[in-house]
């Protein structure tokens, strides 16, 4: 079963541990999260030694907070994610001030084909991984190329709609619908995964 | 103050609220809504797993394995210290990256009676012993010394608070100029975009070219060696029209005689005659009174 979808019984089990004080887990979660996440956040940042602060930042931050995780709310990676998608996005944002030319300098978007990942190294390494990110990389990937700048530029640049519709020239309420039906059809196809599961 | 959403709004903006992109009053709306709703904040729930899951969408990039065996022995370095040091957060908005903050508030203190330093437990303890005077003195010390720190602290969350207002002005700036720039680029690069070609009326040869994308009807203009104008005198731009000149607003060259016009002025491709630039008195004319400085015709490069 997807561990994006549903939190694994390995996953409860690491968070239970952590929230024991069972500094063992804290490795444990780092082994099994830290190629996603990195993969994550050098796609914000774009610098290793940035990347690597933003993951030990998240990774304490899930150490410290593991007996607050509500499972209910959501899978561990989710959790971890937007943990760490924040304070990637925070990293950027202070960098801006000084380094303006690094808009330009951001990696730009790759996605992987819907066949895999090729010679690259699962982030998982597990083919339940795989299969999330087959999926979700080809709902990306099927999505129109307008849909797909307007959740790259809010999600990998942390840009408002208001500030969007600024820098593609797009009226405020077109980037909004395109948001919509972007994450909707997005969702959908995550719940694909969710009925491949049961 | 927030303004009211109501239901089938706020579902309309969950996707951005689940992506943080909503801006500030849009946000605080539907966050209130959200407090009473729990269909939405259901839907909110999936939508911020769709939006998380982009994760896996991102190019695979695997840590350096030296740096990732790095990190990892540090987390549980730091693990194990904190475990020895303490328990976990129980406050959710205690949340600290590490011993960093531990180390802000100094011990709370008061002066022995040599003139050194011992910890307020030892001062407590010793409070019956040496009589209320000294449990007075201890009291008024600490009050001081609290009173100190909180002021330091004070000061400090201040100078943070100028710190982030100013970071998210510069921020705003940027994001603006980033806007402009793309802005332009797409006014420029368009499948659609039209070139037109002006030249010169004039021996001095001021020339000019006007980029037209019929598709958002955008307008931007580049002029080269436009003569210097005197006080209270602008450049007009005109779109030429066979119902008339339209204008395409005012401007001033750079010393160098450089200028960019843009402008959005909707136009069908057969309404287009001709591009031209006249001088007319600062802040331009209905209708144009000097003669054209340089002139693009329209039609033959189509």
Same mark, same amino acid.
């Given at each position: 079963?997807?561990?994006?979808?549903?939190?694994?019984?390995?996953?409860?089990?690491? *968070?239970?541990?952590?929230?024991?004080?069972?500094?063992?887990?804290?490795?444990?979660?780092?082994?099994?999260?830290?190629?996603?996440?990195?993969?994550? *956040?050098?796609?914000?940042?774009?610098?290793?030694?940035?990347?690597?602060?933003?993951?030990?930042?998240?990774?304490?931050?899930?150490?410290?907070?593991?007996?607050?995780?509500?499972?209910?709310?959501?899978?561990?990676?989710?959790?971890?994610?937007?943990?760490?998608?924040?304070?990637?996005?925070?990293?950027?944002?202070?960098?801006?001030? *000084?380094?303006?030319?690094?808009?330009?300098?951001?990696?730009?978007?790759?996605?992987?084909?819907?066949?895999?990942?090729?010679?690259?190294?699962?982030?998982?390494?597990?083919?339940?991984?795989?299969? *999330?990110?087959?999926?979700?990389?080809?709902?990306?990937?099927?999505?129109?190329?307008?849909?797909?700048?307007?959740?790259?530029?809010?999600?990998?640049?942390?840009?408002?709609?208001?500030?969007?519709?600024?820098?593609?020239?797009?009226?405020?309420?077109?980037?909004?619908?395109?948001?919509?039906?972007?994450?909707?059809?997005?969702?959908?196809?995550?719940?694909?995964?969710?009925?491949?599961?049961? | 103050?927030?303004?009211?959403?109501?239901?089938? /709004?706020?579902?309309?903006?969950?996707?951005?609220?689940?992506?943080?992109?909503?801006?500030?009053?849009?946000?605080?709306?539907?966050?209130?809504?959200?407090? /009473?709703?729990?269909?939405?904040?259901? @839907?909110?729930?999936?939508?911020?797993?769709?939006?998380?899951?982009?994760? %896996?969408?991102?190019?695979?990039?695997?840590?350096?394995?030296?740096?990732?065996?790095?990190?990892?022995? &540090?987390?549980?370095?730091?693990?194990?210290?904190?475990?020895?040091?303490?328990?976990?957060?129980?406050?959710?908005?205690?949340? +600290?990256?590490?011993?960093?903050?531990?180390?802000?508030?100094?011990?709370?203190?008061?002066?022995?009676?040599?003139?050194?330093? !011992?910890? !307020?437990?030892?001062?407590?303890?010793? &409070?019956?012993?040496?009589?209320?005077?000294?449990?007075?003195?201890?009291?008024?010390?600490?009050? !001081?010394?609290?009173?100190?720190?909180?002021?330091?602290?004070?000061?400090?969350?201040?100078?943070?608070?100028?710190?982030?207002?100013?970071?998210?002005?510069?921020?705003?700036?940027?994001?603006?100029?980033?806007?402009?720039?793309?802005?332009?680029?797409?006014?420029? +690069?368009?499948?659609? #975009?039209?070139?037109? @070609?002006?030249?010169?009326?004039?021996? &001095?040869?001021?020339?000019?070219?006007?980029?037209?994308?019929?598709?958002?009807? &955008?307008?931007?203009?580049?002029? %080269?060696?436009?003569?210097?104008?005197?006080?209270?005198?602008?450049?007009?731009?005109?779109?030429?029209?066979?119902?008339?000149?339209? +204008?395409?607003?005012?401007?001033?060259? +750079?010393?160098?005689?450089?200028?960019?016009?843009?402008?959005?002025?909707?136009?069908?491709?057969?309404?287009?005659?001709?591009?031209? #630039?006249?001088?007319?008195?600062?802040?331009?004319?209905?209708?144009?009174?000097?003669?054209?400085? !340089?002139?693009?015709?329209?039609?033959?490069? @189509?």
């Amino acid at each position: 079963m997807p561990d994006t979808l549903v939190p694994a019984q390995a996953d409860r089990e690491l *968070v239970r541990r952590m929230a024991a004080g069972d500094e063992a887990a804290l490795g444990a979660l780092h082994d099994r999260y830290a190629t996603l996440l990195h993969s994550l *956040v050098i796609r914000i940042v774009g610098d290793p030694d940035d990347a690597e602060e933003v993951l030990e930042e998240t990774f304490w931050q899930a150490w410290r907070q593991a007996g607050r995780y509500e499972e209910g709310r959501g899978g561990l990676s989710t959790w971890l994610v937007m943990m760490a998608r924040s304070r990637a996005l925070d990293r950027i944002r202070s960098r801006r001030r *000084v380094r303006e030319e690094r808009w330009e300098e951001l990696p730009e978007p790759s996605y992987v084909e819907a066949g895999g990942s090729g010679d690259v190294p699962s982030p998982l390494e597990s083919a339940q991984a795989d299969e *999330v990110r087959r999926v979700v990389a080809s709902a990306v990937a099927r999505l129109p190329p307008e849909q797909r700048q307007t959740v790259e530029l809010a999600y990998f640049r942390g840009m408002s709609q208001t500030e969007i519709a600024e820098a593609t020239g797009q009226p405020l309420g077109t980037v909004k619908t395109r948001a919509r039906l972007a994450l909707t059809k997005l969702r959908d196809a995550l719940a694909v995964l969710r009925e491949d599961a049961r | 103050m927030s303004p009211e959403m109501g239901h089938d /709004d706020v579902r309309t903006a969950l996707a951005a609220e689940a992506l943080g992109a909503l801006d500030g009053d849009e946000a605080e709306a539907v966050r209130a809504h959200l407090a /009473d709703c729990a269909e939405c904040r259901s @839907e909110l729930e999936e939508l911020r797993e769709a939006a998380a899951a982009l994760a %896996h969408a991102a190019p695979p990039a695997p840590m350096d394995a030296d740096r990732s065996a790095r990190l990892r022995a &540090r987390l549980v370095a730091r693990a194990a210290a904190d475990r020895a040091g303490g328990a976990h957060d129980a406050n959710p908005d205690a949340f +600290s990256t590490g011993p960093a903050l531990k180390a802000v508030a100094p011990p709370l203190s008061v002066p022995d009676d040599r003139g050194g330093v !011992i910890p !307020i437990a030892r001062a407590r303890e010793r &409070r019956g012993g040496m009589g209320g005077w000294l449990a007075a003195a201890a009291a008024v010390l600490l009050l !001081i010394g609290v009173g100190a720190y909180a002021a330091r602290m004070k000061g400090r969350y201040d100078a943070l608070s100028e710190r982030y207002a100013s970071l998210d002005d510069e921020r705003t700036r940027l994001v603006r100029s980033v806007a402009r720039r793309d802005s332009t680029l797409a006014s420029l +690069s368009g499948a659609g #975009v039209q070139v037109i @070609e002006l030249a010169s009326t004039q021996r &001095r040869a001021p020339n000019g070219r006007m980029f037209w994308d019929p598709a958002t009807a &955008r307008w931007t203009f580049f002029a %080269h060696d436009m003569p210097a104008l005197k006080a209270g005198r602008d450049y007009q731009l005109w779109l030429i029209t066979p119902a008339g000149p339209v +204008s395409a607003g005012t401007f001033r060259p +750079s010393p160098d005689g450089g200028a960019v016009v843009q402008a959005t002025y909707p136009l069908p491709r057969d309404q287009l005659k001709a591009i031209a #630039v006249t001088e007319e008195p600062a802040g331009g004319l209905p209708k144009p009174s000097g003669t054209p400085l !340089i002139v693009g015709t329209y039609g033959t490069t @189509e």
